[in-house]
């Protein structure tokens, strides 16, 4: 029987656990996603991801804004509208998102009716 002890223990990263406790949560990873291409606007933002409701769209790029990833930049009208764009930090993490993006694509199934 193997014997454990507390030294033979690992204890998480606390790296991995900062990122996971905020891009873990529902809809973060989409929005830095579509928001790597460029700049967006709300409503265009929320067209391009399906099933995200306004309320939790507002609150994720609130999160995502206080964590420094985003910015939120209000173009003065007539009308006035809201973009959002990432931060030199957000964008820091392209290629780590490129990363998961291979990883799911070579050892995930693809969900039925997604592309």
Known sequence: ???HSEDACTKVDIGITRVFELLGKRW???IISVLMARPVHFAELRR???GISERMLSDRLTELGAAGLV???VDEGPPLRVA???TEAGAAMEPA???LRWWAE???DAPEGRC
């Open 1 to 3: 029987m193997a014997q």
């Open 97 to 99: 998102l490129k990363e």
């Open 48 to 50: 391009a991801i399906p």
């Open 106 to 108: 070579s050892h995930m």
């Open 28 to 30: 973060s990873g989409p």
């Open 84 to 86: 959002y764009r990432l």
């Open 71 to 73: 910015v939120r930049e």
